[in-house]
């Protein structure tokens, strides 16, 4: 505009005049408990300040018609300068305060917000124009926080509640809005806790979010023509039973609804395309739903933990289903999810506590994790035959699941899938079934048979069947080379036929069975720790002939009822705590002839061993731990052992030789060997541990060698006057021997 300066003019009226409008009615007479300011600011370069007083009972206009000529504005076109003021005009009375702007589509207005109230105002008013302008507007925050406000009427002309307008009216009971009114601002209701009544114009447009959010409302009808409703806008309205929504509506904003714990019935428009995460979440007495054709996705916890649903009527539109969705949904019975769906969300019906049947359809290729987690009544689930994959836990503990089938297409089943689904009888696994998470089945208690499909050779986590207490028949495929680690523990099963392509026989992949015979194919190379442990009722092990098993680790077949065991020639390697430890009925085991086994790691705690023999060109370089064999008299092994480990408790062991190699003897070595009368230490032995000949009551002497250095305390201890120790290659003890090497006995230095 030509000749336009932006500067800011200020002009303070001073005069008697009472309220406009203010609480309580409205009275224009001559009053002096009215103060009015009256503030011009327009947007500008440098600001200017002047004050011009004005006095007696004049009323000031709400805009000069144009300004004179003392230089404040040079043009006369005033209507187009106020057009540009960012603040135009501020007249404050007691109760409330006007600002003046221009609107382009109505011109001059006023937006209002409280002044100087009391306190003690119960009813506000809002009234239709000030000094001669609508009020169109309530400012941002313009009455928050009133502590005695009950009841606001808002007059017609208003257009538009700002946001937080009436935020935390903790008594405000009923609110009148106007016809005209097009917009409520963002949490321009929130915590107004005591709020039970407000009719929503049909002119309404916009309401922003969180508008009514923890309100006492029991019904709302929003308007017609309404096509959004933003994120929160009646969220913990826990009064709410009734609610009509507008056919014109096309979203629902997330977590609108959340926690309106009194909403009975909720029918959504057939126009709705989106629902967003949360709407409904913790409505606990809305007993069904029908979702409209539309819609393509349920969003994360959209109907979480509404406790009352029990009927969903879903849209053929569907294609996926958020994570939650229908969380702690405790009384829905059946759920039957429409052909076209692609994908269910992890939890999607976590602790469906009633939830008895499930039908997913084709299309599905994948349930992710806990999808249908502790839905302890659920019987019945019928699995598309698109399905590719069952996710983590995504039926544990379905404690009522007795049927399951298996489509052909899945490939992978996830941790715990099925964990403790007390109820299943019978499962049969398909041939493209490629992984098994842990514990998938694990403690499956009723199930009592297993069938791996030919070609299923699925990879095997651990603990898979593990206390499947019932379990007796397991049919197993060619093409398997590995047993998974606990696969089969503590299971009812009797027998078993492992497929010759099987490589490994992993850790306690039959440990607390109840197998009576087993039969080792050819091809397995490795019988993993404690592979066969606890199996008590197993009393035979059967290699094939010419078989390839190079390692057994340690306890692989401890506590079973074996008598006898014959180990293959290809054993290389038997580990240093053996593997046939705690067997109380065990009384020989063959190393057969041909072997090149280097290590064996003994068999510790067989009461009723009593021979082992090994085979003249047998490489052995060590041997491991015997005690505890009290039926053992004698062990002669080849004279390529290096070292030998314990013997400790070997009641009955007469004769030991200590190979010529051995530096270290372990302490307890010989420890209460009671009837061994006769062993020889050989040359190079360094040292002797702590109680190695305790309790070797039976030895009537020994020579220690020149070669010892050191001896621990109480290597001798229960020793007396009636045993001799000679000792070669000292006239007196080293300073770094105990005095209490000895015990009692007699000794002979430099012998």
């Not at 009927?311 to 229908?326: D, K, N, T, Y």
């Amino acid at each position: 505009m030509k000749g336009k300066r932006y500067i800011l003019y200020t002009f303070i009226f001073l005069t008697a005049m009472c309220s406009a409008a203010v609480l309580g009615g409205c009275n224009r007479g001559g009053s002096e408990d009215g103060m009015v300011t009256v503030t011009f600011r327009a947007s500008g370069e440098e600001d200017i300040v002047r004050t011009t007083e004005y006095g007696g009972s004049i009323i000031p206009p709400s805009v000069p018609s144009k300004v004179g000529n003392d230089g404040w504005w040079e043009t006369e076109e005033f209507d187009e300068v106020k057009q540009d003021m960012t603040v135009n005009a501020v007249y404050q009375t007691r109760g409330l305060k006007y600002t003046y702007y221009y609107d382009g589509d109505i011109g001059a207005c006023y937006e209002v917000e409280k002044g100087e109230m009391d306190g003690r105002t119960e009813e506000l008013y809002i009234p239709s124009e000030y000094l001669g302008c609508p009020v169109a507007s309530i400012a941002e925050k313009g009455f928050a926080n009133l502590a005695s406000v009950k009841k606001v009427v808002c007059s017609v002309g208003l257009r538009r509640i700002g946001d937080n307008a009436f935020e935390e009216c903790e008594v405000l009971e009923s609110v009148e809005l106007p016809e005209g009114l097009t917009h409520i601002g963002e949490w321009a209701f929130r915590i107004c806790e005591s709020l039970e009544s407000v009719n929503l114009p049909e002119s309404i447009e916009s309401i922003g979010q969180g508008a009514f959010t923890n309100c006492k409302l029991s019904s709302v009808k929003l308007p017609e023509g309404l096509t959004d409703l933003e994120s929160a806008v009646f969220s913990w309205c826990y009064n709410l039973k009734s609610l009509e929504l507008p056919e014109t509506l096309r979203t629902i904003g997330e977590v609108a609804f959340a926690g309106c714990k009194s909403l009975e019935s909720v029918d959504l428009p057939d126009g709705l395309t989106y629902i967003g995460e949360n709407v409904f979440s913790n409505c606990h007495s809305l007993s069904s739903i029908k979702i409209p054709d539309g819609i393509t996705e349920i969003e994360s916890n959209t109907f979480f933990s509404c406790t009352s649903l029990q009927e969903i009527v879903f849209p053929q539109s569907l294609r996926s289903i958020g994570p939650g969705a229908f969380t702690w949904c405790s009384l829905l019975k059946e759920v039957t999810l429409p052909e076209g769906l692609e994908s269910i969300g992890y939890s999607a019906f976590y602790q469906c506590e009633s939830l008895e049947k499930v039908t997913l359809p084709e299309g599905l290729e994948s349930i992710e994790s806990g999808v249908f987690y502790l839905c302890e009544s659920l019987k019945e689930v019928t699995l598309s035959e698109g399905l590719k994959s069952i996710g983590d836990r995504a039926f544990y503990q379905c404690e009522s699941l007795k049927e399951l089938t298996l489509p052909e297409g899945l490939e992978s089943i996830g941790d715990e899938s099925f964990f403790q689904c007390v109820s299943l009888k019978a499962l049969t696994l398909p041939a493209g079934l490629k992984s098994i998470g842990r514990f998938a089945f694990y403690k499956c208690t009723a199930l009592e048979s297993v069938v791996f499909a030919p070609g299923c050779a699925p990879e095997f986590a651990s603990g898979i069947f593990w206390f499947c207490a019932s379990l007796k028949d397991v049919t197993l495929a060619e093409g398997m080379k590995e047993l998974g680690y606990d696969l089969f523990a503590e299971t009812s099963l009797q027998t078993i036929v492992l497929p010759e392509s099987l490589e490994k026989i992993s850790g306690y992949a039959f440990s607390g069975t109840e197998l009576e015979r087993v039969e080792i194919p050819r091809s397995v190379t490795e019988i993993d720790m404690y592979a066969f442990s606890g199996c008590e009722n197993l009393k035979e092990v059967v290699f094939a002939k010419d078989c390839l098993l190079e390692s057994i680790k340690q306890f692989a077949f401890d506590y079973t009822a074996l008598t006898e065991f014959t180990l293959p020639k290809s054993v290389i390697k038997v580990s240093d705590f053996g593997f046939l430890n705690h067997c109380d009925y065990l009384e020989k085991v063959v190393i057969e002839e041909g072997s090149k086994l280097t290590n064996y790691g003994g068999n510790s705690y067989c009461p009723k061993l009593k021979q082992v023999v090994f085979p003249k060109d047998l490489p052995l370089q060590e041997l491991g731990s015997f005690a505890g064999c009290s039926s053992l008299t004698s062990l002669e092994y080849p004279e390529t052992v290096q070292s030998i480990w314990t013997f400790w408790g070997c009641t009955l062991l007469q004769t030991i030789k200590v190979p010529t190699g051995q530096q270290r003897l372990i302490g307890e070595a010989f420890l209460n060997c009671t009837s061994l009368y006769l062993i020889e230490l050989p040359d190079g032995l360094t040292s002797i541990g702590d109680r190695v000949f305790s309790g070797c009551y039976s030895l009537r002497s020994i020579t220690i060698p020149a070669s010892i250095t050191q001896i621990e305390e109480n290597a001798f201890e229960t020793w007396g006057k009636d045993k001799t120790i000679y000792v070669k290659g000292y006239s007196q003890k080293p300073e770094t021997w105990p005095d209490n090497w000895c015990g009692n006995a007699k000794v002979v230095w430099d012998a």
